[in-house]
């Protein structure tokens, strides 16, 4: 059951390319602006200097470490960690230590929350209508579940605040600190420190997996309450606590091998010209692969949820057509009938 979840969310993402081009563009056009402000703060420094046809050819440290130097705000997250494998590799890293973003990117997260607060609502009725819908029943999915979203990001907000404010604070200063107090062999605490990651992944994943279910049951089921829709997720993934969190690890992989795909084909820093092209080109085909398994994720859990509770007909019901719709049978009734 698992695996067929899973097959079938691959295959209504697969089957939903304007979907995937839609989430791409709207984290495309979330970026832009930043980037534009971040290229003209690069371009006001270089000027016309030396350093300017150098920096076109290939990385210039010198001129970086510079640029580093004098940079507040925005400006600070152009680091060395920004190249090629370098930036998975530094959010992985933030994550897992619980360090927020960057003062400067505060207002981008919360825009982009916001903004996927509003898409989700379409997205997972798309994902669990398996059919195409028009842009109207796309938009109008979203303002349906817009506010309701906005309620439940709100208490996913308090909660992933109680794991990376105070558990993620108790077991890496406080509990990390005293297991470590007396150690004087580096690879013991490094062990100790692994241990502890564990373990908070174990209490992070499936309360993500939670908040996943919670968002698909608002979809499927039309509900209101996010209180209600909450408890009814946690009923639903502790019946099913193999098969959930399965699907969820299973579906994991798929983020792994695209995190290991693009450390093999990840261009490094040297090189200009078309190089940077590559770069970049690179790069965009990373955050589309990383966007299409969040939206198998989705997908998968759906799939997997509508199976469970027989929904797939409550939800994915075939567009009524002429002359089976309902607009056709009130004209057929209405129309006057020949006298026999």
């Given at each position: ?124 009725d798309r994902l669990a209508r398996c059919r195409r819908v028009t842009a109207a029943e796309f938009f109008s999915a979203c303002g349906v579940h817009f506010f309701r979203f906005s309620r439940l990001a709100v208490v996913a907000g308090i909660a992933y605040w109680a794991l990376f404010g105070l558990l993620h604070g108790w077991l890496f200063d ?35 997996m939670l908040f996943d279910y919670v968002k698909i049951r608002i979809v499927v089921e039309d509900r209101r309450s996010v209180i209600g829709a909450l408890l009814a997720a946690g009923r639903f993934v502790r019946r099913r606590p193999g098969a959930t969190l399965g699907l969820y690890l299973l579906t994991s992989l798929l983020f792994v091998l ?83």
């Amino acid at each position: 059951m698992v695996w067929q979840a899973l097959r079938d969310g691959i295959g209504r993402v697969a089957g939903a390319p304007a979907l995937l081009a839609g989430v791409y563009l709207a984290t495309l056009l979330l970026a832009a602006p930043l980037a534009l402000a971040l290229h003209g703060a690069i371009e006001s420094h270089l000027g016309a200097s030396a350093a300017a046809d150098q920096v076109a050819e290939g990385v210039h440290w010198s001129w970086w470490e510079e640029f580093q130097a004098q940079a507040e705000g925005l400006e600070r997250t152009f680091a060395p960690s920004i190249i090629g494998f370098a930036a998975p590799l530094a959010n992985l890293s933030a994550l897992a230590d619980g360090n927020g973003p960057p003062a400067a990117l505060l207002a981008l997260v919360a825009l982009y929350i916001a903004v996927w607060a509003f898409l989700i609502g379409g997205i997972l009725d798309r994902l669990a209508r398996c059919r195409r819908v028009t842009a109207a029943e796309f938009f109008s999915a979203c303002g349906v579940h817009f506010f309701r979203f906005s309620r439940l990001a709100v208490v996913a907000g308090i909660a992933y605040w109680a794991l990376f404010g105070l558990l993620h604070g108790w077991l890496f200063d406080d509990l990390y600190g005293a297991a470590t107090r007396d150690v004087t062999v580096e690879r013991t605490a490094f062990l100790i420190r692994i241990a502890l990651y564990l373990l908070f992944a174990a209490v992070l994943l499936p309360v993500n997996m939670l908040f996943d279910y919670v968002k698909i049951r608002i979809v499927v089921e039309d509900r209101r309450s996010v209180i209600g829709a909450l408890l009814a997720a946690g009923r639903f993934v502790r019946r099913r606590p193999g098969a959930t969190l399965g699907l969820y690890l299973l579906t994991s992989l798929l983020f792994v091998l695209v995190l290991a795909v693009y450390a093999a084909v990840a261009p490094g820093a040297s090189g200009g010209g078309g190089w940077v092209w590559l770069t970049l080109i690179v790069g965009q085909a990373y955050i589309a692969a990383r966007l299409a398994v969040k939206l198998v994720f989705y997908a998968a859990q759906t799939a997997y949820f509508q199976s469970q509770l027989a929904h797939a007909g409550y939800v994915a019901a075939a567009r009524p057509v002429w002359p089976d719709s309902p607009a056709a049978e009130a004209i057929t009734a209405s129309a006057p009938r020949e006298a026999s």
